[in-house]
């Protein structure tokens, strides 16, 4: 990173928690180089300011509905987003979570951002498969964040993905330049603060720590669970997990 001394780096994240939870490492890393860091979100509080701060990130507030569907809101945000682009005048951003994706890609080449970078590591709720039947509106919705995309993508020098099905369905899509698309393996996490502990007695333990959505593989952890179970062995299946609205339609 000796090559970004001195650069200003704008991460736009749709909620403040994951810029500290998911991005902690990469700050420490670039501030450690030398890189002045600033951390978007529309929902920083006390907590997540002062995570932030002691990693050595400016947090920036900035408005943005999460899950709303409301054009004319985006177009705010995006405007929004633009006007402290324009005036914080960073040498990069980068992006993750569809909205700030899509809104934050377009802001930043308005505001003339030198370097635009995307981390997609999922396509967002109007993709996911939900089990349902979807209609008109849904499709509708889905050819809106489709050209979104294509228009967001245009507007990056590459796009980070952490799913090869996303690329693919992608440059099907015409919405990416195969060029631009860069695998990852992951976010992964620090095992020298997620040490591996002793196995805990008892009957063998299997936990799934997931989002309480379809595609998080739910129901075929739970049938993996009954085809353990109906052949007598002594396991526990644990699924730890909250649950959010999912707009359908």
């Known amino acids: 990173m000796s090559d970004l001394k001195g650069s200003h780096i704008v991460l736009i994240s749709n909620q403040a928690y994951s810029l500290s939870n998911f991005r902690g490492e990469l700050i420490a890393d670039l501030v450690a180089a030398g890189v002045r860091v600033s951390a978007l979100a529309p929902d920083h509080d006390e907590q997540s300011r002062t995570r932030l701060s002691a990693l050595g990130a400016h947090p920036l507030d900035y408005r943005l509905d999460r899950t709303g569907r409301s054009m004319v809101a985006d177009i705010k945000s995006c405007w929004a987003l633009y006007r402290i682009l324009r005036d914080i005048r960073p040498d990069m951003t980068l992006s993750y979570f569809m909205k700030p994706v899509i809104y934050g890609s377009i802001a930043a080449k308005l505001a003339g951002v030198p370097r635009i970078f995307a981390?997609?590591?999922?396509?967002?709720?109007?993709?996911?498969?939900?089990?349902?039947?979807?209609?008109?509106?849904?499709?509708?919705?889905?050819?809106?964040?489709?050209?979104?995309?294509?228009?967001?993508?245009?507007?990056?020098?590459?796009?980070?993905?952490?799913?090869?099905?996303?690329?693919?369905?992608?440059?099907?899509?015409?919405?990416?330049?195969?060029?631009?698309?860069?695998?990852?393996?992951?976010?992964g996490v620090?095992?020298?603060?997620?040490?591996?502990?002793?196995?805990?007695?008892?009957?063998?333990?299997?936990l799934l720590m997931a989002r309480l959505l379809r595609q998080k593989g739910i129901a075929e952890y739970a049938a993996a669970a009954r085809i353990v179970k109906e052949k007598g062995h002594d396991c526990r299946f644990i699924l730890l997990g909250g649950s959010i609205p999912i707009p359908t339609g």
């Open 119 to 187: 981390l997609v590591a999922g396509l967002g709720f109007v993709f996911a498969d939900t089990g349902q039947k979807r209609g008109f509106k849904h499709g509708l919705l889905r050819w809106m964040a489709l050209e979104l995309y294509a228009l967001a993508f245009a507007c990056c020098q590459k796009v980070f993905f952490q799913n090869e099905d996303d690329i693919a369905d992608m440059v099907a899509a015409s919405t990416l330049s195969p060029a631009k698309a860069v695998r990852l393996n992951g976010t």
């Open 190 to 206: 620090n095992l020298e603060t997620l040490k591996p502990a002793p196995l805990p007695k008892g009957p063998v333990t299997f």
